[in-house]
């Protein structure tokens, strides 16, 4: 063999072990973040198409009027919506101090026989302070003013 074939065939050697490298290496990013990333759903969306009881996402919306019990001990049960549907939520621990009915929250969690079991409870008190995901969809459920305008 010569030496341009060598090196020729050293440079695709190369070339190939650092293709498979980064295919390792973005499979292992992924499979490391594959419960970091939480997809925002509205309440219309998870009735319309529930996701998996194993699948961790959040909801975000309004705490439904009238909806918000308190049961035996620290868990607390109300509805969230978007004006297009509610979806019932339970929580079990201690909620924000600015979580109230008809104020905006987010939570994390599961949806399980038609419950969304929330594992995180976070409170907004304004609509100037609401996610974007939120705002959309009050606003494609025709709830949403924009308090701007």
Request: charged share 20%.
């Given at each position: 063999?010569?030496?341009k074939?060598?090196?020729?065939?050293r440079?695709?050697?190369?070339?190939?072990l650092?293709?498979?490298?980064?295919?390792?290496?973005t499979?292992?990013?992924?499979y490391?973040m594959?419960?970091?990333i939480?997809f925002?759903?509205?309440?219309s969306q998870?009735?319309?198409?529930?996701p998996g009881?194993h699948?961790?996402f959040?909801i975000?919306?309004l705490v439904?009027?009238?909806s918000?019990?308190r049961g035996?001990?620290?868990?607390?049960?109300?509805l969230?919506?978007?004006?297009g549907a509610?979806?019932?939520?339970?929580?079990?621990?201690v909620?924000p101090?600015?979580?109230?009915?008809?104020?905006?929250?987010?939570?994390?969690g599961?949806?399980?026989e038609?419950?969304f079991r929330a594992s995180e409870?976070l409170a907004?008190?304004?609509?100037?302070y609401?996610?974007?995901e939120?705002?959309?969809a009050?606003?494609a459920?025709?709830?949403?003013?924009?308090?701007?305008?």
């Amino acid at each position: 063999m010569s030496l341009k074939s060598l090196k020729k065939q050293r440079r695709i050697q190369v070339i190939a072990l650092a293709a498979v490298a980064l295919a390792v290496s973005t499979a292992l990013i992924g499979y490391a973040m594959r419960d970091g990333i939480n997809f925002f759903r509205s309440p219309s969306q998870v009735v319309e198409l529930p996701p998996g009881p194993h699948e961790t996402f959040r909801i975000g919306g309004l705490v439904q009027s009238g909806s918000l019990v308190r049961g035996d001990g620290h868990e607390i049960r109300f509805l969230v919506t978007d004006g297009g549907a509610s979806v019932p939520v339970v929580f079990a621990g201690v909620l924000p101090d600015l979580f109230a009915e008809n104020q905006g929250m987010v939570g994390t969690g599961r949806y399980i026989e038609g419950v969304f079991r929330a594992s995180e409870i976070l409170a907004k008190h304004d609509e100037t302070y609401m996610p974007k995901e939120v705002i959309d969809a009050l606003k494609a459920q025709g709830v949403y003013e924009d308090p701007n305008s």
